[in-house]
Structures are given as structure tokens and as C-alpha cells.
């Protein structure tokens, strides 16, 4: 079995690579393909393509991977990032917290926050250029909510990028953050967590942007579940969907009022105090030993931290410091 | 009323009908008016009967009657499905009067946009009956002599079972479904009849089998002797453009004619094939 | 090469169970259908399925008395071998039915349920809620379409059966066909072709039949050559809804589940019937057949409502004719359960829900119980010897019809729910005689000359190109089929008159030259459906005028046959004595007219009129008695009839060679 995992996932990146993902073989739309298939096939049967062979895995794994990791990390993420309404100083052991894993974070974060992401947005645009929406013909509520999670799930691909983008940078070296930077990304530093974040969340467009985005996820994920107890037949009868959507509801209800307000903390820190905080907290871990100077310095402000400390770190490693919560 | 009349719209003993016709596979369509004489009780397949004997445009133009599908005329044959108003129905209990009530202006119909026009409101469904070979939709007796009676079916059973047998193969849920998609082929030059059919089928066979078959697998799983082939049935089911490719907008359900529990067929499809797939990945 | 084949032409319940067993029987089929076949009127077919049971066997019921029901009900006009055959196979069928998969509503403990039809006492009747025929037509597809999938059985779906091929000595050899969507015309060769094309009820513009139902494969076998027979015997059913396109059935089932049908004493009584107290309701069937009630067999019910509506004046409606049919004392649960599918036709077609308020019905055409005259083979016990090549065969050798389009199994007036068991019975119980016949043949089809398989399709090419050429101008089909709608429903339905029947014979005749006249609004070559209309109108008129002349010449009152000129007198008399002296002069009318009518009709076409002779009935089971279903009044009729059976019995007892001049 492990075997056949392995060929499997080999398989599978080759034909992503070689093909790339055409969006007609994972969808009911192949006219085209199979005019010119029908052309060599006459006599004998082609065999059908790698993503074609295993569209009910690769669907299974992409409804999935919705939930978990993705689902799952999304509300940790929220649930942390809430913390910023009872103080900076919450939010900032939080982050802490989290990047205790040291240099195993970016390899938690590649495996089980950043493919998994690209894994169900990748398969999920396939999906989406699968099918033909017609809410204009049939108005019915889950029709509906097929286009919006449909349209949800776009801007939640986009927003994620730009999100990564904007908070993280993407990639840490100092050649690209040297780019990013002034391209308004790499905002957030883990170690001075609120005052970035406050910083970041200034004005009120990107604060209106995140809140488009961050609840075009929370609809997604709450609807994801409803549809993914369909497709693994949790729910089965139409009393037990209603039932399922009630819960489905409450969870998507409360996602969006804890992320709405972790948006509003967000918006509402005094930087210079939060600053002042994180900066005590950082000095009291160097104290202690619990962190060095320069391991760390990359994880600091900018004014906070010397360009010089952060020289040392291993540039050329993608550094994904991710995990500071977004 | 004749000034209505004239005017080219629905005047109170006259109606106009609006008709998306094309003439051939692979032509393009066009709009055609009608005007019909009203009369009591009556459904789209009168309409278009008239429509027939007096083959006259509302210009006076002389044109070919409108070619459509029907046969029973009760609802039970699943032959006449078409767009009607926008939304695809049976056209023989679409009743004029509750049509005029929803759009007292005109009627409008046009063929079904999933399945390819043979001629005007006429198209070719034979991708669903495919479909129902596709997932084994029958019982795999050993033969016809005399065996006596079936296994013997508790009520509940039947009363499961009943539902989703009196599926008539009209096409609606897959007009409505979002994941559906057109297959169209055109034979080639040269192409005989044979190998023709069979690059349909291989086309047919790789597109969304669609929710009737999904719930037509379903029927003969729970029947005491269709359980045999279930796992045939599964495989077929977890096959390209099986029943991953639903998205679980739940339109079929919505416009079934005969009410059928679609998507709680699909929903049991989905823990059938759940559990399919991990027998196959740890027992076997 | 050169490997046999049977071409079955229609695809309902007796096309497809033949075509399932033949496949079985290791022989490559052709199955040809004007529609994909899971869309065949078989689907109509709503109430159930007779057979004899082991619920009522216990309550002494047997194949004989399902026999005995169906011969009876059909006023004795059938063959009985047949029939006998087939009651004893029901059992069986019901049970192979069961085995692939029709979801027959079931008993608490798990069997079978059954309920109570027209014309028996018995509850024989399987059923799967009030969809019983989609349920059968549908089992039997997915068969099909198994040998379908394994390549036994090639499907020809949208084909239009022009004509058998008949070789020089007039046997048939295959067929001619046309592709309804290219409209290409194709030779067919054929060792065998089966006729299952079902009923003509489109002759009378609108009946409870599909669209499909033109009778036109019927006829074009009927005009190359096949007889015809029993043309005049066409069911008209008691219960049906009024449309403008379509008359919709109502089952049986409903009164079979306790459905009452009634008017109110006032005439056009202007309440809501819920309003309308018992007594001042009158249940006119319960009334005058308290055996039967209700359940009467057809032509009696029809007759009835007929009579309360036109000769009374107590139709429900003032400008329609209708009476009640009444579900409404009945659980709503029970009605969903058994009755549902029918309920909601009701409601989506009248928009009034039938489970709180009566339905108003009216009778409407539905059957043919005539058809292609078909032979059997008898046994000495007198069944049919299975395998022989004889059964259901048409007088054109290698020809065959079974199912509606054959005559066989239902004589004067069919009971509900034997039209499925005769369709599946015969399609199954000819497909070893078919094996017979094609083991007996020297050569394939294929194999032939094929310049007989040429010339005929050239001839078919020929007569459609010339229809396309005609002028415009013409005359409209669809106008044609109306009025001969019209006539027919007038002259040929319930209460028949010879003055009438003559008129519309004439009218008809009319119609059937103007028809050749047609000229068409479609002159195209692809997808045709008005040449294809056109044609299948043409060729209703040999049938419709072996209808009407068969109606004409037939004197009497049976089953569906009414003539008031000819009815049996009913008793008038009050004392006893009078009663038993018209009861002996009724008995004495019967004898005399059964020796003189109780013949089949048998009708070749000459080219242009129906050629009618008669032909004795094989009555050598079960014979014919007064059929009066225990009608209030006539009790003393019976008692004659039978004193006059027990003393013949007696006397034949007494001398051996009396009675073999009576047995024979």
C-alpha cells in the first residue's frame, strides 16, 4: 500500500508538471479533447489520462484538505488572532507559542498549511472552470450557495496570496524581501506580532479588503462542510442535511463574529504601546535564554532589529515564517 | 384585444409562443413566434400540436411544424422534457394557464441546452440511457426459467426502492445541473455507424454520469440480488466523471417531475463509495 | 455471417420480454422501436398484474378460475387455450417479474400485496403502487439493456416499421424501416420478425393511449397481407380524465382500493359533493351490481356511467359529462402507499387534490382486445404446447404478433390487469417457438438474394420521395385526424348503432381519399415528423374501416360490442311465473345468438376495403354462460340457465353419443 501511495504521488506530480492541469479532465467539459481522442481511439481505447484515472482521490483529498489541514488551521489562525482583543501582550505569547517549533516551523507550515492551500485552490479552480453556474434559470438556495462557494472560493484563493504577500512576503531572503518590501508585503514580524499587525491594518481599505476576504473564506469553509458531509455521506437524508446546514450555520455565524472581531482588534492597536510591550517581552526571553539575537533578529521590525543581525540566518533557505498567525 | 392583437402580443383568446428552433445538428438557432388560439385546459403538447396543423408563423410565414419529443402525454414516459419559460419541465403537464399566470406575455420554449439538438426541441438523450448501462442498472438474475419468487422485501424496503424506480430517464436534473456539461460529436467522414457509436460512448463514459444513474446504482444496491454486482456498481460510480463531479447544488432534486430523493441518493452513493474506497485500499 | 436473427419490432412490455428471452436463448435480436423504448405506452399501464396466489388459492381460487374470469369477462370470444395457458402461467410471471427487481408493494410480513380488480372476486392483483406498468416495462429494459451491454441485442430506437419483406412464396423475410431522426429507409433481413407494436387508440383522436399508438405497424402488416381480428372490440374504459390533448387514465386500482363511483340524485346538483349527504347519493354500480359493485369489468362500468350521464341526465357537470369518483373515505396514507402515482396525475392535470375531493371522470377509449390474427397450438389437455413455431404466429409464416397488437387472449372485453400478464406472457412463451422455427429454417435471411431486400426498400424510398414531392395546398393530416377522430369516437365506442356506424363507414371512406390528398407544411429530409404523421394517418384507415364494418355486420351485444337495437331484453314481468317464461325466452335468445355470433371476426384487406369472414371459437374448456355479473333483477335468468345445464348434463350422461355432437 505504501507503494502504491508513493507511485501514486510521483504519478501525480509528474502529470501536474508535464500536463499541467488541464481544466477539462477533472470537469464534465470535454468536447474538444475528446473530438481529437475520438480521432486516434476508433480502433483502440487510449488509456484516460493520470488526473483523470483518479478524479474520485483527487476529489475526495481535495474535499478534504478543505477541512483539514486547511479548515482546521484557519481557525486556529482566527482564534489567535482574536486574542489581540484582550491584549497585545496575549496576542504576542500566542505567537510565541507558536514559533516555539524553532526551525521546524517551516516545514510544518510547507507541509500542512502552505501545500495543502495550494493543493485545494489549484484543484478547486480546475473544479470551478468545470462546471456552468445557472442561478439565473433555477433560483434554489443550495444553488446559490454552489455559485457562491464557488465565488467565495476565487476570492479566497486571491485574497490568500495577497494576504501571504502582504503580512508574510512569501519568501525571506533578503533579495526578494528587498522587492517586497516596498511593495507594501512582509509587513507582519512575528515578534513584534500586534504593532505589525496594527501597523498593517491602518487606513480603511486593506481593513475593508480583509474583511471581503476573510469572510469569503469563513463562507466557504462553513458551506465546504455542509457539502463535504454530502459527498462522504455523513448526512444522507434531506432531514439530516437540514440539520447538518443548522450546525453548518452556527459554525459559519461564529467564525465570521470571531474573525470580525479579531479584524476590529486588529484595527484598534496603539502600535507605539504594543511596540513598547512586545519589545519588554522580547528582551525578557533574550534574558532568559529562551531565544538568541541572531536567530531572531529576521522576526523583529525593521527598526526594532538591525538588517545587519538577520544576515546570519541561512538566506538562501525558503524561509517561511508563517505560523504568525495568518 | 385586436389592437394587442395586432401588436403581436397575448391577447386574451389568442397567445403568442416564442420557439428556439434549429433546424440540424451543429446549425445555429433562431426565434420564431406563433400565435395560438386559447382554449381550456390546456398543456405545451396542445399548444404545439396546433403549432403543427397550422405550421404559420404570427407573420403569416409558412414554416415546417416544430419538431418536439412526447408519447404519454401523463407524465410517465419522460419524453417531452424541454425548457419552458426558462426552467426545463415536462411540456405535457405544463398547463397554459398557469404559464400565462406567470407571464401573461408569451410563452417560451426551447430545447434542452445539455444534450445535443437533433431539430428544434428535439435532442438526442441517449448519453443517460448509456449512463444506465454505465453503472450495471439492472439485477443480474441467472436466467428467466421458473425459480420461484424474488427474496422475499420488507415494506420499509419497497418503500425506499419504489421512489427512486419510477425515475423515467426525462433529462431534467441533468439540464439543471451546473456540472453537467454538453457532450457533441459529429460522425467523420468515412466513420462507420459502429465505430461511431462507440466514440460516443467512450465520450459518454468519461462526462458526468449525472444524478439519475447515481441514484439508478443506488436502486439495484439495495435490491436483495442487485447487491451482488454493488461493488461493480461502486467502481463504476468512482470512475472518471462519477459522482466526484457533483457539486452538491442540489437542482436535480428541485426539478425532478417525479420527486425523486436525488440527492440523498447521491448522499448515499458518497458513504457506499467511502467505504468502497478504504475496503479496496486495506483489504485488498 | 450468414448467423439467424429475430427483429422485434416495438419495445413495450411484449417486445422486450421477448427479446430478453430470445437473447437468452442464444439468438441475436434487432429491437425496433418508434421511441427509445423505455418511453412505451407500457408505462401508462397503471393498476397491476393478475395471477392466482397463495393468498387466494386459500380462499379457492386456482389458475382455472383466473381462466374462467378471463374468459368470462371477455364474453367468452377468445380461443381458451390460450388463455388457459396464460393463467397458468401468471404465477410465474409474477415471480420472474418479482426476481428482477419490480418493487411490488409489499405485505408487513414481506409479501406480495394484492388487491381486488374488475370482474373477480379475488384479490389477484400484484402491484407496484398505481405504476405498475413503468415498474414491469422498466425491469424488463434494464434486461435488455444488459444483452444490450453483452451484444446480443442491437437496438433500433426512433425507427418507423415500414412493412414486412415477403419472398415469392409469401413468407416473410425481414422488413423495411425508416430512421425517424436521417429518415434514411433500410432493408432489415430478418429469419423471424414479432410484431409487439401494441393498440390503435390514436384512430380515435384522443384516447388514454400514447402518441405512439397509431396502429400503424399493425396496419401495414394488415395491408400486406396478415389477418386481422375482433376489430370491433375496443375497450372503452370507465374511468378517465377529460383533456384537450390527451384523455388520462384512471385506473382500476382506485376502485379496487375501495373507490366508489356515484352522481348525486339531483341532477347538477349544485353542492360541493362533500356536501351531499349518503342517501341523497346514488352509488349506481353498488346499486345494480351488489356482487361486483364497483369492480364490474369495464364495458359494463362504461355502460353504466354512460347511461346514468346521457339517457338519465345526471352528470355532475352541466356542460361536460362526468360523474364522481370518490377516494376521499379512504386514509390519506393508505392513498400515497397504493394509489400515488395516479393522485398526482390527478392533481397536476386538474389542480384539484383527488385525496379530499372526488375525481370527476368520464369513460374514455383505451384498448384493443382485436389484433393481428395470430394461431396456437393446442395440447390435449388443452393448453398450448410449448415450443411449437405455431404459436402466435400470423397467417404470413415467420410473421408473428404477441402482446395488445395480437388478438388472442382477451375476446369481447379484457379484464384490468391481464393486459400486462398476456404482454409478458407472450412475449416470453414465443421466444422457444421462435427458436424452433429458426433451427427448422435451411438458409439465413442474410443470406438471401438481396435484391428482394433492394426492391422492397426502393419501392418504400420511392412512396415517401413521392409523398415529399406532392403540392402544397392539400389537405392538412392533422385536420384529417381530428375529424376521423371525431367519426369514430361517435359511431365506434360505447352504444354502437348500425345507421351511425354506416355514415361514419362513408365518412371515413371520405376522409381516407382526402388523406391521400395531403400535401406537407415539412418537405424536408431530415427529422420529419409531419411525413411521418402523414403516413402513419394513411394508414389508420384500413383499421378504422375494419373497425366500423366489423362493428356494423356484427349484430349482437358483447362484452364491448353494444348495439341497443340487439341488447337481450330485460324482464318485465312482476309475477314469478312470467319471470321464469322470460327467463326460459332469454336463455333460448342466448343459445340462438351465441350459435350465431360467437364466431371471431377475421378481416383480410383487399387493397382498399376489409374483407370480414367469421370463425368458430375454441370454447371446448369453459362454456358460455349468460354474463350478467349478478345484476339486480336478473337472479332468475341464472337459475333457468342453470336447471337447463344440469338437465342437458344429466341427459348427456344418459347417452355417450349425444354428447359428443355437443362436446365438439
Known sequence: MVRRLVRWHVNFILSCATTGVSPNELAGDRRTDLRDAGKQDTVEKAPAPFLARHEFLIRRLHSLSGLIPVGAYMVVHLTTNASVLNSSATFQRAVYAIHSLGNLLPLVEW???????????????????????????????????YTLQRATGMIAFLFIMWHVFHMHGWFHFPAWLRVAEPLGGAQFSPYNAASTLGAAMSGLVVPALYAIGVLSCVFHLANGIWTMGITWGVWISPAAQKRADVVCTVIGVGLAVLSMSALGGAMKIDVEEAEAVENRMYEAKLATGELDEASSAHKRADHAAGEEHSSSADASRLHAGAGRAE | MAEEAREG??????????????????????????????????????????????????????????????????????ACSMNINGRVRQACSALVDRLLEDNPSEIE????????????????????????????????VDSYENMGPGPRQTRATQEVAYPLSECMSCGCCQEACPQYTKIELTRQEGESEEDFSARKNEAFDRGFVGAHAISQAMLFNSNPTGKNAAGERLDALMAEGGIQVCGNAQNCVEVCPKNIPLTTSIARAGRATTLHALKKWFDE | MGKKRVMVVGGGLAGLAAAMKLAELDIDVDLMSLTPVKRSHSVCAQGGINACNEQTRQL?????????????????????????????WAPRVIDLMDRLGVTFNRTHEGFLDRRRFGGTLYKRTAFAGATTGQQLLYALDEQVRRWEAAGRIKKYEFWDFLGPILDDQGECRGCVAQDLVSMEIRSFPADAVVVATGGCGLIYGRSTMSMVCTGSAVSRCFQAGAKYGNPEFVQVHPTAIPGADKLRLMSESARGEGGRVWVPRTPHDSRAPGDIPENERYYFLEERYPEYGNLVPRDIAT??????????????????????????????AELNRKLGGILEIY????????????????PAVHYTMGGLWADYQRTAEGGLEPGSPRNQVTNIPNLYAIGECDYQYHGGNRLGANSLLSCIFTGLFTAPGLQNLLESQSGAAAEMDASLFESERKRHQDQHDQLLRRDRGGENPYLIHQELGDVMTKAATVVRRNEQIQEAYQTVSDLEARAAKCSLSDTGNWTNQNVVFTKALQDMFPIAKAILKGALQRDECRGAHYKPEFAMPSLESTD????????????????????????????????????????????SLIEPRPRLYGLVGAEVIMEVWKARRAKQKAEKQADPNAAATVGS
Not at chain 2, 391577447?11 to 420564431?32: A, M, T
Not at chain 3, 351465441?594 to 377475421?602: A, D, G, I, P, Q
Open chain 2, 9 to 78: 402580443r397575448s391577447s386574451k383568446d389568442h397567445f403568442e409562443v416564442r420557439i428556439l428552433r434549429q433546424n440540424g445538428p451543429g446549425q445555429s438557432s433562431y426565434w420564431e413566434r406563433h400565435r395560438v388560439k386559447y382554449e381550456h385546459d390546456m398543456n405545451v403538447i396542445s399548444v404545439l400540436q396546433r403549432i403543427a396543423a397550422q405550421a404559420e408563423t404570427v407573420d403569416g410565414k409558412s414554416v415546417a411544424p416544430v419538431c418536439w419529443d412526447c408519447n404519454c402525454l401523463e407524465e410517465v414516459c419522460g
Open chain 1, 111 to 145: 507541509t500542512f498549511i502552505f501545500l495543502p492551500i495550494l493543493f485545494h485552490a489549484i484543484i478547486g479552480v480546475v473544479i470551478i472552470r468545470g462546471g456552468l453556474p445557472n442561478t439565473g434559470s433555477y433560483k434554489y438556495t443550495n444553488n446559490i450557495r
Open chain 2, 109 to 140: 420554449l426551447q430545447p434542452m441546452t445539455k444534450f445535443p439538438v437533433i431539430r428544434d426541441l428535439m435532442v438526442d438523450r441517449s448519453r443517460m440511457f448509456r449512463g444506465l448501462t454505465r453503472v450495471k442498472g439492472w439485477v443480474p
Open chain 3, 347 to 362: 392533481e397536476k392535470f386538474q389542480g384539484v387534490d383527488p385525496r379530499l375531493n372526488p375525481m370527476k371522470i368520464f
Open chain 3, 60 to 88: 379457492g381460487d386456482s389458475e382455472w378460475k383466473h381462466f374462467d374470469d378471463t374468459v368470462y369477462g371477455g364474453d367468452f370470444l377468445q380461443h381458451q387455450p390460450p388463455v388457459k395457458e396464460m393463467a397458468d
Open chain 3, 576 to 619: 314469478a311465473a312470467g319471470r321464469q317464461a322470460e327467463a326460459e325466452a332469454w336463455c333460448d335468445r342466448f343459445e340462438a345468438n351465441n350459435e350465431k355470433w360467437l364466431k371471431s371476426t377475421v378481416v383480410r384487406w383487399d387493397g382498399s376495403e376489409p374483407d370480414i369472414q367469421y370463425e368458430d371459437v375454441d370454447t
Open chain 3, 303 to 332: 355502460r353504466e356511467i354512460f347511461d346514468i350521464c346521457v339517457n338519465e341526465g345526471l352528470s355532475v357537470e352541466t356542460d361536460k359529462q362526468c360523474v364522481y369518483l370518490d377516494l376521499t373515505h379512504i386514509p390519506v
